[in-house]
């Protein structure tokens, strides 16, 4: 099998559970995410596994799912986080396809947000990682709040209190904001 016959449209989240597009890799242009000819495919069991079970665009409509290959997923990280790898998957598959898409098209302008004006050139896997992780409720509020409190501040500070923010707001609610390798 190639990967010319993986065929998926889904630009947003992957065959496998991860969102793509909170990506660093993703973003920066270096992958063109979960679809037909991605330079993932190389690498990704789920892909061909998903042409053997009729080209499924996400691995909960198989009646296996969760499979083996979902054992230990979440304990390690590529360059996107896979601790919400199964959560996710199971969030599309409760709230339907649809509205999961629809919340991540929301945390993708929260990201381009905190990309545009918090962004002093080296926080983008940071900022993928928070929107990725978190609640859209908790990141609204915390770009709100920054909304009025970094008003007279430069980029470098006003980076620096963004990453505090998402920080302190990820502790309470137990969430490490570290990629693990």
């Known amino acids: 099998m190639t990967s010319n016959e993986f065929k998926r449209d889904?630009?947003?989240?992957?065959l496998c559970g991860l969102n793509c597009s909170l990506c660093p890799m993703f973003i920066r242009g270096g992958c063109t995410g979960c679809r037909e000819g991605s330079s993932c495919y190389l690498i990704c069991e789920f892909a061909p596994c998903s042409i053997e079970h009729g080209n499924i665009d996400y691995c909960f409509e198989c009646d296996e799912y969760p499979c083996e290959k979902y054992e230990g997923?979440?304990?390690y990280d590529s360059l996107i986080s896979h601790k919400n790898q199964l959560k996710d998957m199971e969030k599309a598959k409760t709230i339907g396809i649809e509205n999961y898409r629809a919340e991540q098209r929301v945390k993708?302008?929260?990201?381009?947000?905190?990309?545009?004006?918090?962004?002093?050139g080296h926080s983008d896997?940071?900022?993928?990682?928070?929107?990725?992780?978190m609640e859209v409720n908790?990141?609204?509020?915390?770009?709100?709040?920054?909304d009025e409190l970094t008003k007279n501040m430069n980029l470098d500070e006003k980076s620096s209190f963004m990453k505090d923010a998402l920080n302190n707001c990820a502790v309470k609610r137990?969430?490490?904001l570290k990629l693990r390798h």
Not at 108 to 120: H, T, W
Not at 125 to 133: D, E, K, M
Not at 138 to 146: G, H, R, S
């Open 10 to 14: 889904d630009l947003l989240f992957s």
């Open 73 to 75: 997923v979440d304990l």
């Open 108 to 120: 993708k302008g929260i990201l381009n947000r905190l990309l545009n004006e918090y962004d002093a």
């Open 125 to 133: 896997v940071f900022f993928c990682l928070a929107v990725n992780l």
């Open 138 to 146: 908790d990141l609204n509020k915390i770009l709100n709040e920054a």
């Open 174 to 176: 137990n969430i490490s």
